[in-house]
């Protein structure tokens, strides 16, 4: 089923990209997606590199995580306002020597991330193990240099293809970075503080994401239902974000309903997608919910009008539908790239 709900655009370009600057993440700070020239974007197979909520915090239940590619958002580069080309290009990866434009794929995840991208795996070493202050790494405009206080030694190699760098000191590294061929690996340490289980290494973190990437071990995709209907039913364009709960919302465990926020009662996974299509940004959100029974129409339309105003979501947006499949449904709005700024990112 569908509906269409249009209305008068807002040009609101700074809210939406203030957040473009603003989100850090080990040892840099990001923002965006992975999009190919003259279409939509392709993020690829990012869902391999999702690992199960467990795999490391051993009491984790739910998850969540997003992934981004500045190469693809900035060969749109002649659609996008002032503000958000700029805090695209200003983003930062201190440790590592790579520029923004570097980076064709970025998966986010509680205990570390992935990149990808055409960047020198051998430069990206020298930059880690650099004494401060250092050259800037050539090509690395944005880079400066290793600027930042920590130094890595390398730790070995794994699986063939990736070198392990953790910091010189403390004994006990917070981080650990892979460096392979065209990928880099970061994992934290992970404590376990609220359960009885023994933490886990930051090297062993990285290992273990790898395993996921390359060998399918422990992959969410493979074996939770729920967050591979999320990720078939999500575009793959310049952005995407997901979460998986740990609990229906309203049931006994779960959150409470909140429908201006999107916490539907029964729902169970959610996500968003962007996709650039020249002068048209497309996004898309998903709500995967516990049972068919749980969809709710009424629901998403009263979403749909609170965040159609003001600093809501869709404020500056056209060409507003709803559409259910199962216990599947999805809005998507349309909004003109010049006003796109991320927004979740």
Not at 219 to 247: I, P
Request: proline share 4%.
């Amino acid at each position: 089923m569908s509906e269409e709900v249009t209305r008068r655009k807002l040009l609101r370009v700074g809210a939406g990209t203030a957040a473009l600057g603003a989100v850090g993440s080990l040892s840099g700070c990001s923002a965006i997606q992975d999009l190919l020239p003259g279409g939509g974007g392709d993020l690829g197979a990012y869902s391999d590199w999702v690992y199960e909520p467990d795999a490391f915090e051993s009491d984790a239940e739910g998850l969540n995580g997003s992934v981004v590619s500045y190469e693809s958002i900035l060969s749109n580069e002649e659609n996008l306002n002032d503000f958000t080309r700029l805090s695209i290009r200003g983003t930062e990866y201190l440790t590592l020597g790579i520029d923004p434009e570097d980076v064709a794929m970025e998966v986010n995840l509680p205990d570390g991330r992935v990149i990808s991208g055409s960047f020198d795996t051998e430069a990206v070493k020298t930059e880690l193990t650099a004494s401060q202050p250092s050259t800037p790494t050539p090509g690395a405009e944005n880079s400066g240099g290793s600027v930042g206080s920590t130094v890595y030694e390398s730790d070995g190699t794994y699986n063939d293809n990736y070198e392990i760098y953790i910091q010189e000191e403390p004994e006990d590294s917070p981080d650990a970075i892979a460096v392979g061929d065209g990928t880099i690996v970061e994992g934290q340490r992970v404590g376990n503080f609220s359960n009885d289980s023994d933490p886990e290494d930051a090297a062993d973190v990285v290992e273990g994401i790898i395993d996921t990437g390359s060998n399918g071990d422990d992959r969410l995709v493979d074996s939770d239902d729920t967050f591979s209907t999320l990720v078939d039913t999500l575009n793959s364009g310049v952005g995407v974000n997901f979460e998986l709960l740990a609990n229906p919302v309203g049931s006994d465990n779960g959150g409470n309903e909140n429908i201006p926020t999107a916490d539907f009662d029964g729902l169970v996974a959610s996500g968003r997608a962007d996709s650039i299509n020249g002068d048209t940004t497309e996004k898309q959100w998903v709500y995967v919910y516990d049972s068919d029974g749980d969809v709710d129409e009424g629901d998403l339309n009263e979403w749909i009008e609170a965040n159609n105003s003001g600093d809501g979501s869709l404020a500056n947006h056209d060409n507003i539908s709803v559409n259910t499949d199962g216990n599947t449904a999805t809005v998507t709005a349309e909004q003109p790239t010049f006003e796109y700024g991320g927004g979740f990112f």
